[in-house]
């Protein structure tokens, strides 16, 4: 069936550490591809997005992502977290010729002061 | 620029009762999306609109769900009656196109069903 996989389902960094969670889908041909994030009791908001062109996407508060086709990859990274970076985070794909999003099932990222 | 509100925030109803939730999506979205999240996985959706047309209703339990959007703003999903694996946070998203275009996500219903 098709997919999108976050295997990391908790991970827990210390502040200054370097962040990088794994997002891989089944879909094949073009997608769009998204990393939401969601703060302890408020909304799902975008991080960044790709759709074409420079595979290295960069996002809001220092995060970016890199799409890698030949291996049906969107990892999330960062170079250095934040305690304010606690909060679960998601992965998402548009699939050519769909609607609308599929959702990985999200890694809850914990950062300890 | 006002964000997609939803209502209620929390509802706690007994298994076969009925539940209706509301959903006001940022104006100039013709786009609302309906989705079911339940604890531990990623939102599914459960229905598109465009304007006050559907796009894709394909994963929602038709037997017990319903939603509409007169109109082409507001839009309430109910579920009649619910069942105990209804629980969870059902999430309302608006965009100005579709097909990926960018979603922006409302805070969400948590339901319980006891």
């Known amino acids: 069936a098709q997919s999108v996989s976050q295997h990391n389902h908790h991970v827990i960094l210390s502040e200054a550490a370097s962040l990088e969670l794994g997002c891989n889908y089944s879909?094949?041909?073009?997608?769009?591809l998204f990393w939401y994030v969601q703060y302890p009791g408020q909304h799902l908001q975008l991080l960044l997005k790709y759709f074409s062109g420079d595979p290295l996407v960069k996002g809001i508060k220092g995060f970016e992502a890199e799409f890698i086709k030949s291996k049906f990859s969107f990892n999330l990274r960062k170079p250095s977290v934040q305690w304010s970076d606690t909060a679960e985070y998601f992965c998402?794909?548009?699939?050519?010729?769909?609607?609308?999003?599929?959702f990985g099932t999200g890694t809850r990222l914990t950062v300890i002061p | 620029e006002a964000g997609v509100a939803q209502s209620p925030r929390y509802k706690i109803i007994e298994k076969r009762q009925s539940v209706a939730f509301w959903c006001n999506p940022i104006s100039g979205h013709a786009t609302l999306y309906w989705y079911q999240q339940i604890l531990g996985q990623g939102p599914k959706l459960l229905i598109q609109?465009?304007?006050?047309?559907?796009?894709?209703d394909s994963q929602l339990p038709k037997d017990r769900f319903s939603a509409e959007r007169l109109k082409g703003v507001d839009s309430t999903l109910k579920i009649q009656p619910a069942k105990l694996e209804d629980s969870a946070v059902y999430l309302c998203a608006s965009s100005l196109g579709w097909r990926g275009a960018e979603a922006f996500f409302g805070q969400g219903t948590r339901l319980t069903v006891v």
């Open positions: 879909y094949g041909g073009t997608v769009n």
């Open positions: 998402a794909v548009n699939p050519s010729g769909a609607n609308n999003l599929f």
């Open positions: 609109f465009q304007n006050n047309g559907v796009v894709d």
